[in-house]
């Protein structure tokens, strides 16, 4: 299997790996198939995302989506972050595999599922807001 020399980019050096202690928001998700499993942390204000952090358990092309995915969002509005599609990943790397689709299906689920988390600890239903 070939890398593109963007995916190996943010494969060996992953932009905001980490956590945010603080987060306002946090999702996990996780491919059952692959065992791949990403965590998603967002810091939000004035519906801004100001910081996104990761930590992905996975391939190279996991890691390297999870990496791409918190460059895209950071600086986006909610509204913006949640109009990100895995498509979009793959644009920014260039190409993935085919088989490694499903990596950059789990980076879009990540920021959903962070973005939920931090509707739910507003007190706002996330379902309200599709």
Do not use: W
Not at 36 to 57: E, R
Not at 68 to 93: C, F, P, R
Request: charged fraction near 20%; hydrophobic fraction near 40%.
């Amino acid at each position: 299997m070939k890398y593109s020399e963007k995916v190996m980019d943010h494969f060996l050096n992953p932009r905001n790996v980490g956590e945010i202690p603080d987060a306002d928001g946090i999702g996990e998700v996780g491919n059952s198939h692959c065992g791949d499993i990403m965590k998603m942390y967002l810091k939000i204000s004035g519906g801004i995302i100001i910081d996104a952090k990761f930590k992905t358990f996975g391939c190279a092309a996991a890691i390297a989506t999870s990496s791409v995915a918190t460059e895209l969002i950071k600086g986006k509005t909610i509204g913006e972050a949640l109009g990100i599609t895995n498509n979009d990943v793959i644009n920014y790397l260039g190409e993935l595999p085919p088989n490694k689709i499903h990596c950059s299906l789990l980076a879009e689920q990540s920021i959903k599922a962070a973005i939920k988390d931090y509707y739910t600890k507003m007190g706002v239903d996330p379902i309200a807001i599709n």
